[in-house]
């Protein structure tokens, strides 16, 4: 129940006075008058009379700017949630957008917090581009007033890890900065440690700043419950079809999960992480290499577990990082580790393709016991996948499509430890733990009248078909353009019948695919993209916004370097014109990726 007016109080003056106030500043406003009212019991408290009392004065809220550099919207969430905590503990926040930051302001600023994220091999977001190649750059100035604090978001399956937020660290205290904290940085289980830094920083902050105090529990709202990685939703499986041909070289799977009684959104362009299982027989491949018993009990995240579970559940057994090449290095003291760790050069190669079972066997140790083999290994990371679906067209459920993982490597067969979960272990009926990943930055245009180009390959195709769904369902009027590649059209056109159909209803206005395999010269999307070049411009200059999903390096610099060539033909700029001109794109939102 919402809380009474005293009586005599014009709410609807109240309501006119705070019109068009975001959410930020309504919280900062109860924070103020929540102060001014605790203060005024005070002084009855005491017994002076009220008339006696000397006006308050509201000391100037400390200013705080949080600035975030975010590929998927994870680094957004934790910068609002930063500015929240900010604004109860009476400092003024404002939060921006790296794309949005006028980096002139940096010379200005006193009070900094840095929330980015590494993409890919050491590169940063689109988001942040600009401003880090400023910050390393002779025009950045000097900054002696500043105090800040960097929280760098990655994955240590990348050998960069976290390489953009060391890089704005070490860059910010080049320039006279002065560290609130050491930086902090976090792996894809980034929810907890976030927002322990979000907490440790303000504190240091705060510390000459008295705390407000707490909210009355009476207006506090009850938490929604959250899926997340520390607690998925399990859905069952309703549908896992093979969409390959016989005879393909590929194996993709269309699988369909009920979400019913979830609760869970999402929009076009989002993903969906599932939680994976170890494969058996690598589990028992890593207990021989280890020379240890599957029954040994172990600690893991506060649970006791025999090892065999704790590594199938728990554990990280089909990836090697540097991290824990490191941690093993200290249990076995072989000198070859120590030349691999101390070589990036050699380490990387090392890594691909090396799963757990291949470091115990080829470095093993006498001293690894179950409890330190546990604590050596990396936590089980779940995987996220594009959705291919639109909520509106498939209520309560969500669609993958899902590539099947299977190579030999080092004298063994290996497969993807999500994939072929999903393709292999997974029955209809059965449950697969999932959340939603939300990715603000591949979304929909605003507005649907922009056409839209989408370009992808393989399993690339996946976020395309929730795409059109959403703008068919919705009656659009923007134009959709598909541009598909794959190696052979008989066996791998992914969902051929609903292109074709959309195609048939003018709800999709141009298909062009690439069947690379098909003809003695292997044809790809960005050739197509390159025949299509004055279309292509057109759509563009129109204000078309182009997407691109599937491989960073195969696809994604592909098409980035083939746009650039169309750009420069169909505009006659100079290269780094044109090269200017695709940045453009990127900078307005207009020219999205989700590549891995």
Request: hydrophobic share 45%.
């Amino acid at each position: 129940m919402l809380p009474t007016l005293p009586s005599g109080f014009d709410e609807a003056a109240l309501r006119q006075l705070t019109a068009g106030l975001s959410a930020q500043q309504l919280t900062w406003l109860s924070g103020y008058f929540y102060g001014q009212a605790t203060a005024a019991g005070v002084a009855v408290a005491t017994g002076a009379p009220a008339a006696a009392l000397a006006p308050v004065t509201v000391p100037k809220p400390q200013r705080l700017t949080i600035l975030y550099g975010s590929h998927t919207g994870n680094g957004k969430k934790i910068a609002q949630q930063a500015a929240g905590a900010a604004t109860a503990r009476g400092l003024a926040p404002e939060v921006f957008d790296m794309n949005d930051y006028p980096a002139r302001r940096l010379a200005q600023e006193e009070n900094l917090l840095v929330i980015v994220s590494t993409h890919g091999e050491g590169d940063p977001p689109v988001a942040a581009e600009e401003l880090h190649t400023y910050l390393g750059g002779a025009r950045a100035p000097k900054l002696p007033q500043l105090h800040y604090a960097v929280l760098a978001l990655g994955d240590k399956s990348y050998l960069h890890y976290c390489q953009t937020g060391k890089d704005f660290d070490e860059r910010l205290a080049a320039l006279g900065g002065t560290r609130l904290l050491e930086r902090r940085d976090v792996d894809v289980a980034f929810k907890a440690p976030a927002a322990q830094w979000v907490e440790d920083v303000l504190a240091q902050l705060v510390a000459e700043v008295a705390a407000p105090a707490a909210t009355p529990a009476a207006v506090m709202a009850a938490p929604a419950v959250e899926y997340s990685a520390e607690n998925p939703w399990s859905a069952k499986v309703l549908e896992s079809i093979q969409l390959n041909g016989r005879g393909s070289d590929k194996e993709t799977y269309h699988i369909e999960l009920d979400l019913a009684g979830s609760g869970l959104r999402y929009a076009p362009g989002d993903a969906l992480a599932v939680v994976p299982l170890n494969h058996e027989p690598l589990v028992a491949e890593v207990l021989r290499a280890a020379r240890l018993s599957d029954t040994a009990a172990v600690q893991v995240e506060g649970a006791s577990l025999p090892l065999a579970a704790a590594l199938a559940t728990r554990r990280e057994l089909t990836v090697l990082t540097r991290d824990v090449l490191e941690r093993y290095a200290a249990l076995a003291p072989h000198a070859e580790l120590q030349h691999l760790l101390a070589d990036p050069q050699r380490l990387q190669p090392y890594l691909y393709g090396r799963d757990v079972a291949d470091l115990l066997t080829e470095f093993p140790s006498e001293q690894l016991t179950a409890q330190t083999l546990a604590d050596t290994l990396r936590p089980l990371p779940s995987r996220a996948y594009s959705i291919a679906s639109s909520l509106l067209v498939h209520p309560n459920e969500v669609h993958l499509t899902v590539g099947a993982v299977r190579y030999a490597a080092f004298g063994r067969d290996k497969q993807g430890v999500c994939s072929s979960f999903l393709a292999d272990r997974v029955a209809l009926g059965s449950e697969v733990r999932v959340y939603v990943q939300e990715n603000e930055f591949f979304r929909l245009p605003q507005s649907s009248d922009t056409d839209i180009i989408m370009i992808g390959a393989g399993t690339g195709v996946a976020p395309f078909r929730a795409f059109v769904e959403e703008r068919a369902e919705l009656g659009t009027a923007g134009r959709n353009w598909l541009l598909f590649g794959n190696p052979h059209f008989t066996t791998d056109f992914l969902y051929q019948s609903e292109w074709l159909n959309y195609l048939k209803k003018g709800q999709l206005a141009q298909l062009d695919v690439a069947f690379s395999r098909d003809q003695a010269q292997k044809i790809y999307v960005q050739d197509r993209l390159l025949e299509r070049s004055r279309q292509v411009y057109e759509w563009l200059e129109s204000g078309a916004s182009l997407y691109v999903c599937g491989d960073k390096t195969r696809l994604g610099q592909a098409v980035q370097q083939a746009l650039g060539a169309v750009v420069q033909k169909e505009a006659g700029l100079s290269a780094d014109a044109a090269a200017d001109y695709v940045k453009a794109l990127r900078k307005q939102r207009r020219y999205l990726e989700d590549v891995y």
